[in-house]
């Protein structure tokens, strides 16, 4: 596990990965994928749609449980994540997403299985490839 404090706006929690579910590109992600990543304390951007130009805010708290990567993020104060936030706030906007590459996978009877990736960022996104990677609390 691993945080990180920040000032600006809106804050968030959810699952950017929910594991043992296949998504719409036919992988499932395995518990433990994110382990080896997440105990290199890597930093971890907050981005919105997998743009690494669109930073929109920080992630403070991220980690496995049982369930799959569970985050905290918080927004930027600039008028894109001020624009995201308003979204989340109405709940047009819900999709949680990461970006990675794959280190260790398997196929499965009916779909790729991932059990280590090289986690790259997170992302806010409209649709995530993983339809269960949802934000479940909003917090100002």
């Given at each position: 596990?691993r945080?990180q404090?920040?000032?600006g706006?809106?804050?968030?929690?959810?699952?950017a990965s929910v594991?043992?579910q296949?998504?719409?590109g036919?992988?499932i992600v395995?518990?433990g994928?994110?382990?080896?990543?997440l105990?290199e304390?890597?930093?971890?951007?907050?981005?919105?749609?997998?743009q690494?130009g669109?930073?929109?805010g920080?992630?403070?708290?991220?980690?496995?449980d049982?369930r799959?990567?569970q985050?905290?993020?918080?927004?930027?104060?600039?008028a894109?994540?001020?624009m995201?936030g308003r979204e989340?706030?109405?709940?047009s906007?819900?999709?949680?997403?990461f970006g990675?590459?794959v280190?260790?996978?398997?196929?499965?009877?009916?779909?790729?299985?991932?059990?280590?990736?090289?986690l790259?960022e997170?992302?806010l996104?409209r649709?995530p490839?993983?339809?269960?990677?949802?934000i479940?609390k909003?917090a100002?």
């Open positions: 596990m945080q404090k920040s000032a706006g809106l804050r968030f929690a959810g699952y594991f043992d296949i998504d719409r036919g992988d395995r518990p994928a994110f382990k080896r990543t105990g304390g890597r930093s971890v951007p907050l981005l919105w749609q997998h690494p669109k930073c929109i920080v992630i403070e708290h991220i980690a496995e049982t799959g990567l985050v905290i993020g918080r927004l930027n104060d600039d894109l994540a001020a995201l989340l706030q109405r709940g906007l819900t999709g949680l997403s990675y590459r280190q260790a996978a398997a196929k499965g009877r009916t779909a790729r299985e991932l059990n280590d990736v090289d790259l997170v992302s996104v649709r490839m993983q339809p269960l990677a949802r479940h909003i100002a």
